[in-house]
């Protein structure tokens, strides 16, 4: 099972600020199309896959919005704005909830009230973790965990000391290629790569 985690540090948590953002340059649209490219295929979707949206733009705690392959609900279809308005919708439902929470929408959304530095850590204690970065290894020439996790930033730049914390904790860095692309593109170049190891494997 591929899960994502993109860390979108722009985007605004309160809702109607989520959505006034949209098409005002903080990158809010984006995240719509890492929702398609993570989830869906054509004519189905990917019930073994999930990404998580950190959104850090807030007035108390970050949000994690998370979508679940396997647990999807009905989104009326793919195009952007049903997407972003899955997201603010969620959001929604978070407000008002303590640090460390986490409430499930009636669309199977799940938001968690965690900042992204916990979100890495505890999951890196459980699963194998992969960190894009141009300085990494080829991911062609790395045999891919089946359940393995991958970070990613949006366009704003990932802390340094997000990396120095991430390093210490054995997350592993990859590369997709000399080319810098956008958090989707990615996604979909990781889901080819897995697939075709599946495949080999299989």
């Known amino acids: 099972m591929a899960e994502f985690i993109v860390r979108a540090r722009a985007a605004p948590v309160e809702p109607e600020a989520f959505r006034a953002a949209i098409g005002g340059g903080q990158g809010v649209e984006y995240l719509a199309e890492i929702i398609r490219s993570a989830l869906f295929v054509s004519q189905g979707h990917r019930s073994d896959a999930s990404v998580h949206l950190v959104l850090e733009k807030s007035r108390d ?3 994690i919005v998370s979508f679940g392959g396997e647990n999807l609900g009905s989104l009326v279809d793919l195009h952007e704005d049903s997407m972003l308005q899955a997201i603010a919708n969620a959001l929604e439902t978070s407000s008002g909830l303590g640090k460390d929470e ?3 929408d009636s669309r199977g959304v799940t938001v968690r009230t965690t900042s992204f530095e916990h979100l ?8 194998e973790i992969y960190l894009l970065d141009s300085s990494g290894e080829d991911i062609r020439d790395v045999e891919l965990n089946s359940s393995g996790i991958f970070v990613m930033t ?3 730049p990932m ?6 914390s991430m390093a210490r904790q054995g997350v592993k860095k990859v590369s997709l290629g000399p080319v810098i692309l956008h958090a989707s593109q990615c996604i979909t170049l990781i889901h080819n790569e897995m697939d075709r190891q599946a495949d080999h494997r299989g």
Not at 159 to 164: D, G, L
């Open 61 to 63: 705690f970050s949000r």
């Open 120 to 127: 890495v850590k505890a999951r890196a204690a459980e699963q």
């Open 154 to 156: 949006d366009h704003t």
């Open 102 to 104: 986490q409430i499930t």
């Open 159 to 164: 802390p340094k000391k997000s990396f120095k």
